[in-house]
């Protein structure tokens, strides 16, 4: 399924059409090119996300949207399509869980700061509780993490689409930092070494 295909309302179609976009939105939607099965790309840019911002529906008709988070790899790539996370035990509002469950429609979006890239994604959830999450714990779980599991969403990816770098300010994590310093440390290091040499060197020669 194209991205397009699923957003381009009759309105927003319009919208283009007014704006001068909609021939080139038009080539897009209808070029058959695929938004539906990652590449290797997209793989290894999911696998590496620490989180992402999700919006449900619900039955009120407002969307929600709520940012999930973890260690680095909590967001499970099944295959090519298919997407998986556990829902640890939180503040048990289940907004996001309420809303799937009238609708399972998703909306996803996540960033690489530092590479500033985002890609959006548009899938529908099934949830796995109780004996049915069974077989997927050992898929979802973080071994560092002790907190319960209480279910498991199961996103089957509908479509993608990549968003320009444009206004992604880089953003960098601690850890990110730490390893962007290592070459600035070892190099402080170093010339802190020549630096004591130097003083040793230079007090040598005022006492001789
Ligand atoms: C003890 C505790 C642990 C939490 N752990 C996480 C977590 O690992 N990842 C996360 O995205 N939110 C975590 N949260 C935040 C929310 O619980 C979580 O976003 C919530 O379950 C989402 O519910 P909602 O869809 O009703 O907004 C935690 C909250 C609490 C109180």
């Given at each position: 399924?194209?991205f397009g295909?699923?957003v381009?309302?009759?309105?927003?179609?319009?919208?283009?059409?007014?704006?001068?976009?909609?021939?080139?939105?038009?080539?897009?939607?209808?070029?058959?090119?695929?938004q539906?099965?990652?590449?290797?790309?997209?793989?290894?840019?999911?696998?590496?996300?620490?989180?992402?911002?999700?919006?449900?529906?619900?039955?009120?008709?407002?969307?929600?949207?709520?940012?999930?988070?973890?260690?680095?790899?909590?967001?499970?790539?099944?295959?090519?399509?298919?997407?998986?996370?556990?829902?640890?035990?939180?503040?048990?509002?289940?907004?996001?869980?309420?809303?799937?469950?009238?609708?399972?429609?998703?909306?996803?979006?996540?960033?690489?700061?530092?590479?500033?890239?985002?890609l959006k994604i548009l899938?529908?959830?099934?949830?796995?509780?109780?004996?049915?999450?069974?077989?997927?714990?050992?898929?979802?779980?973080?071994?560092?993490?002790?907190?319960?599991?209480?279910?498991?969403?199961?996103?089957?990816?509908?479509a993608y689409d990549w968003n320009?770098?444009?206004?992604?300010?880089?953003?960098?994590?601690?850890?990110?930092?730490?390893?962007?310093?290592?070459?600035?440390?070892?190099?402080?290091?170093?010339?802190?070494?020549?630096?004591?040499?130097?003083?040793?060197?230079?007090?040598?020669?005022?006492?001789?």
């Open positions: 399924m194209s295909s699923l381009f309302t009759p309105l927003v179609k319009k919208l283009q059409e007014r704006y001068g976009s909609r021939r080139q939105y038009a080539r897009m939607e209808n070029s058959g090119a695929s539906d099965r990652f590449t290797p790309f997209e793989s290894q840019f999911l696998a590496e996300r620490d989180g992402f911002y999700w919006a449900t529906i619900g039955t009120a008709g407002w969307p929600y949207v709520q940012y999930r988070g973890g260690p680095k790899g909590f967001l499970k790539v099944i295959d090519d399509h298919t997407l998986a996370f556990a829902d640890f035990r939180g503040n048990k509002q289940y907004i996001s869980t309420g809303n799937l469950l009238t609708d399972n429609r998703v909306a996803m979006i996540m960033v690489d700061y530092p590479r500033q890239a985002r899938g529908r959830v099934e949830i796995f509780e109780g004996d049915k999450a069974e077989s997927w714990l050992p898929r979802v779980r973080m071994p560092e993490e002790k907190t319960v599991i209480e279910r498991v969403f199961v996103i089957h990816v509908e320009c770098p444009q206004h992604i300010t880089p953003r960098y994590t601690a850890e990110e930092i730490r390893e962007g310093m290592q070459a600035v440390e070892k190099r402080m290091q170093a010339l802190e070494q020549e630096n004591k040499a130097l003083r040793k060197e230079l007090e040598q020669f005022h006492a001789s």
